[in-house]
């Protein structure tokens, strides 16, 4: 395959490792079973090397980079659910208490709300524990955005007000280890959430 951010930028071939989830593997297919697989989630990619090789101007590849580099991006959700054996990385226990949370918040049921609500709080915090704030330019409007269709997804499972920063706890308790500043800005994020709420 070959990745590109855009019309410019660098860009170069790229490898795409998939993990096999049937119990007896699939064993050699054509692109077309391969496609199949890919869709019905039988296979899921986890790995995807870029071969950073190439610089891109408006559309066109204009040459070879001064610095050359492999970008490697691991799906660390994915692969967290294909060592829990889990269907979804919503399944694992990198989500599974904060919609658990969720769902006792909500007075109706949406699989596809609780997700993305889970999915933007868990963003949210560990961005404002870096120092993002809501704005209306760069990372701060990426962060708006995020609490804004989390918000909005409450709503329609009719969760009461101020229900979004009492999912800090829950994000807290599962990246504590890893996101030191979560639980030591606790307070401080549950106030912008609620602020911005």
């Not at 609780?114 to 870096?130: F, G, Q």
Request: proline letters at 3%; glycine letters at 8%.
């Amino acid at each position: 395959n070959w990745w590109s951010p855009g019309d410019n930028g660098p860009c170069g071939p790229d490898s795409e490792l998939f993990y096999d989830r049937t119990e007896n593997g699939l064993g050699d297919i054509s692109a077309e079973e391969f496609d199949e697989a890919n869709e019905s989630q039988k296979v899921v990619e986890i790995v995807n090397n870029v071969f950073m090789e190439y610089k891109k101007e408006n559309g066109k590849v204009v040459g070879k980079l001064a610095k050359q580099n492999v970008d490697m991006g691991a799906g660390f959700e994915r692969i967290t659910a294909i060592v829990q054996g889990k269907q979804n990385a919503y399944d694992t226990d990198l989500f599974s208490s904060i919609i658990s949370k969720i769902k006792s918040l909500s007075n109706k049921e949406d699989v596809l709300s609780e997700r993305i609500i889970a999915d933007h709080v868990r963003t949210a915090v560990i961005m404002i524990s870096d120092g993002i704030l809501p704005s209306n330019t760069d990372q701060g409007y990426i962060l708006r955005r995020l609490l804004r269709r989390a918000i909005r997804r409450s709503d329609n499972l009719g969760m009461p007000a101020s229900s979004l920063s009492s999912l800090v706890e829950e994000v807290a308790s599962i990246y504590e280890g890893i996101y030191i500043n979560i639980r030591a800005k606790q307070e401080f994020i549950e106030g912008v959430i609620d602020e911005e709420e």
